[in-house]
T-cell receptor
Framework: NAGVTQTPKFRVLKTGQSMTLLCAQD?????MYWYRQDPGMGLRLIHY???????AKGEVPDGYNVSRLKKQNFLLGLESAAPSQTSVYFC?????????????FGEGSRLTVL | DAKTTQPNSMESNEEEPVHLPCNHS???????IHWYRQLPSQGPEYVIH???SNVNNRMASLAIAEDRKSSTLILHRATLRDAAVYYC???????????????FGQGTRLTINP
């Protein structure tokens, strides 16, 4: 099993460009999340999804859009990238059961906006 | 959402026990206490979780206060590989859509001295 896979792992954008980060999980998980992590800081929740076709805002949703058209994929879009969106982005997934623990994370996608 | 409070940093020596505290005074009865750690340049990884009783696994032990307002992650014999940022988060069960919004705090940066 691959677990949680993020694509791409690295990307450099110019201000105003758009891009999409793809998160794919092969564990049949219901819940998926996108976090961003800035240097020296913890993870901040951008958007999340509780199932196919659903999305919800997290702590820092502005400037991002998401879609969950298929259960295994969660896409994070930047329509017009800004330097403030330079960060490392982590995707995570988990099953819908609150008592079974583990949240699985991807390896991260490092985005630089010039 | 209930919040957690952790010290920003802690330091310990190799092969000694480490006790990482977490305060969660507003925890509700259905909130599970989860611990994750993030090694340098990696995504977070699951460590342990619990509800009321103390828990042990191959990585660590979790001691939960009787009133559940605090918990302690215990690494019994720290190794250099345990140097990481440790996050204490609450995973809540709610009977509404969007229940599984997992919010990470700043975490505790653990340094292990050889």
């Amino acid at each position: 099993n691959a677990g949680v896979t993020q694509t791409p792992k690295f990307r450099v954008l110019k201000t105003g460009q758009s891009m999409t980060l793809l998160c794919a999980q092969d564990m049949n998980h219901e819940y998926m999340y996108w976090y961003r992590q800035d240097p020296g800081m913890g993870l901040r929740l951008i958007h999340y999804s509780v199932g196919e076709g659903t999305t919800a805002k997290g702590e820092v949703p502005d400037g991002y859009n998401v879609s969950r058209l298929k259960k295994q994929n969660f896409l994070l879009g930047l329509e017009s990238a800004a330097p403030s969106q330079t960060s490392v982005y982590f995707c995570a997934s988990t099953n819908g059961e609150f008592d079974t623990g583990e949240l699985f994370f991807g390896e991260g996608s490092r985005l630089t906006v010039l | 959402d209930a919040k957690t409070t952790q010290p920003n940093s802690m330091e310990s020596n190799e092969e000694e026990p480490v006790h990482l505290p977490c305060n969660h005074s507003t925890i509700s009865g259905t909130d599970y206490i989860h611990w994750y750690r993030q090694l340098p340049s990696q995504g977070p990884e699951y460590v342990i979780h619990g509800l009321t009783s103390n828990v042990n696994n191959r990585m660590a032990s979790l001691a939960i206060a009787e009133d559940r307002k605090s918990s302690t992650l215990i690494l019994h014999r720290a190794t250099l590989r345990d140097a990481a940022v440790y996050y204490c988060i609450l995973r809540a069960f709610r009977l509404i859509q969007g229940a599984q919004k997992l919010v990470f705090g700043q975490g505790t940066r653990l340094t292990i001295n050889p």
